[in-house]
């Protein structure tokens, strides 16, 4: 009985020093990397779009391209953040991401926005799987999606601030001799630079290392990651022996990629062309907003959001992660998005989209600890790399395709539907994969690694 309180002890001080050494950091990495790389959606309608003459069509390929780029380098990047560390890898990738967005500030032509989104998306490559996976190997199992959630709050809250920081950076017309929108450009990009330096003396690869631990605790984290990667390897061997080859050869890797698409085919629908679809309100509407104002405004949905990504995430964690925590989620986006299209005003529409930006964010960290359930190592890194290089494709094609079906139909109803029916899709393959999944699901406060099945 002692020795059981005093492990329970130890995990409890383990856990909560990961919390706060690396979590907050990492997090922090994400803000900076998710505002670098949707800080033209605040660009476009606040005089860049008039600028470059740009049309619905062609911000939508300049914002999608950023994926193109990310997808050339994403499985290597990830493998090489395995064989080499995090602590060099993504600092690495920081700094090459600073001096790219850096660029943007003297962005003359449609060509130059083209080019330079497209090599931020190679600079940015590996950087979000490679965080999911050095997360993933700083906690065992029962406790990966309570960290997750704490690292992905970082999204969600990126808009929270990120813009009315836009906002106010582009309020300082004329600083420097530059126009608003390349001034915040020149300032949200200095950051990524710094934080990179940083991250190369402050990150630890792994919980062995890491000197802020006590010996017990350093003793019990590397113990239980090593039997929970013994048991994934042990478990159906074909998906988990480390090797590149079973990653790629695995139905149940594929099948979340196509579920993790929809997610972030409405995640980013929202995030490039929010901004923009608030701005139209003023013709729809009859009304006047400042760039202060759509800063604000754009920023409404994503607050509930992070309170709701921060429960939902705490109840999979208390209760046991369940095919539902994303499920259900995907099913409320997807009925949710058309509806905006109906509102009578600007208020009925954003409480509308606040409801499909809820779903979404409570949804993605809880999605992330299940890849890690049936794969380990080298396996690992190249499953999370795939999964999330589907995830770029649905960047890359819900802003050009948004952009697209606006100019062809002249609305975004069109846009809309298609959003509502990729996060009903990923609802319909989540519970699919469950279903054919026999093995059960892990009960509340354990660690078993099979995917499991709720039926």
């Not at 106010?168 to 200095?190: A, K, P, Q």
């Not at 080298?378 to 395709?401: D, E, P, Q, R, S």
């Not at 002249?410 to 990729?422: C, I, T």
Request: glycine letters at 10%.
């Amino acid at each position: 009985m002692g020795t059981d309180t005093h492990s329970a002890a130890v995990e409890r001080t383990a856990i909560k020093k990961v919390s706060v050494r690396l979590v907050p950091f990492v997090a922090l990495m994400f803000f900076v990397n998710y505002l670098d790389r949707t800080a033209i959606s605040f660009a476009e309608p606040n005089g860049m779009g008039a600028d470059l003459a740009l049309t619905a069509a062609q911000f939508g390929f300049a914002s999608g391209i950023f994926f193109l780029g990310y997808i050339v380098l994403e499985v290597p990047s990830n493998m090489a953040l395995h064989r080499f560390g995090a602590r060099r890898w993504l600092a690495r990738i920081m700094v090459s991401w600073g001096i790219v967005s850096l660029l943007f500030t003297w962005v003359s032509s449609t060509g130059q926005l083209y080019g330079l989104r497209f090599l931020l998306g190679v600079a940015e490559a590996g950087f979000f799987p490679g965080a999911i996976l050095f997360l993933s190997q700083w906690v065992p199992a029962r406790h990966r999606t309570k960290i997750l959630g704490l690292f992905y709050l970082a999204q969600p809250l990126t808009t929270v601030f990120g813009a009315p920081l836009a906002g106010w950076l582009i309020g300082r017309h004329g600083m420097f001799g530059l126009e608003g929108w390349r001034v915040m450009f020149l300032f949200v990009s200095l950051p990524a630079i710094v934080l990179g330096i940083v991250a190369y003396f402050y990150l630890i690869d792994r919980p062995a290392d890491a000197k802020w631990l006590t010996t017990a605790e350093r003793d019990w984290l590397t113990a239980e990651l090593a039997a929970e990667n013994a048991q994934k390897t042990g478990h159906e061997g074909k998906h988990a022996k480390g090797d590149l080859k079973r990653a790629f050869g695995s139905a149940r890797v594929w099948v979340l990629a196509l579920v993790y698409f929809g997610f972030v085919y409405g995640l980013y629908a929202l995030a490039f062309f929010l901004p923009t679809i608030i701005s139209g309100f003023q013709e729809q509407y009859d009304t006047t907003f400042s760039v202060m104002d759509k800063a604000w405004i754009t920023a409404i949905p994503y607050l509930p959001a992070a309170v709701v990504l921060f429960f939902w995430t705490r109840h999979a964690t208390r209760h046991g992660t369940r095919t539902w925590h994303v499920a259900g989620p995907a099913v409320v986006g997807g009925l949710s998005i058309p509806l905006a299209l109906y509102m009578g005003s600007p208020t009925a529409t954003i409480a509308v989209i606040t409801v499909t930006a809820c779903a979404i964010f409570a949804a993605l960290p809880v999605f992330w600890s299940f890849p890690s359930r049936f794969l380990t190592g080298a396996a690992a890194a190249a499953g999370i790399a795939l999964i999330n290089t589907a995830g770029n494709i649905a960047g890359f094609a819900a802003g050009y395709i948004t952009g697209w079906l606006k100019d062809w139909t002249g609305a975004y109803y069109a846009p809309l539907y298609l959003v509502g029916f990729f996060m009903l899709l990923s609802a319909v393959l989540m519970v699919r994969l469950a279903a054919r999944d026999h093995t059960a699901e892990p009960a509340p406060g354990t660690d078993r690694q099979p995917m499991e099945a709720h039926r």
